[in-house]
C-alpha cells in the first residue's frame, strides 16, 4: 500500500501532465512580405520585432532596413521610422 507522499506525486505528475496538453501552441508569425522602412530620425535606432524576435538597426538618419511583414506593424508604430512604399534592389536584413 503506498502512503500519502505516493498520491501527491501522483496527483501533482497528473495535473503537470493536464496543463501541458491544454496549452496552447506557440503562434506562428503570420506569411507576410517583408516591409522596408527607413529612419528620418537623427539617433540611431534598435526595434526589436514583436512577432519574431528579430533585432532591427538603424544606424544613421536614412538607413533603411527590411522587416519581416509580421513585425512590419510594430515598427510602424515607432515615430521616427517611415515605411517605404518599394524594396527596389535592398536585400534582406540589409541596411543602407
Known amino acids: 500500500m503506498g502512503c500519502c507522499g505516493d498520491r501527491r506525486a501522483a496527483q501533482r505528475q497528473g495535473s503537470a501532465g493536464a496543463s501541458k ?14 516591409k522596408l522602412f ?26 533603411r532596413q527590411l522587416v519581416h511583414g509580421a513585425d512590419a506593424a510594430a515598427v510602424a508604430r515607432v515615430p521616427v521610422l517611415r515605411p517605404v512604399s518599394s524594396t527596389g534592389a535592398i536585400s534582406w536584413r540589409t541596411t543602407v
Open 21 to 34: 496538453a491544454g496549452s496552447p501552441a506557440p503562434r506562428a508569425p503570420p506569411a507576410v512580405s517583408p
Open 38 to 63: 527607413e529612419l528620418t530620425g537623427p539617433r540611431a535606432v534598435q526595434v526589436i520585432g514583436l512577432y519574431t524576435g528579430a533585432v532591427y538597426t538603424f544606424a544613421q538618419t536614412g538607413a
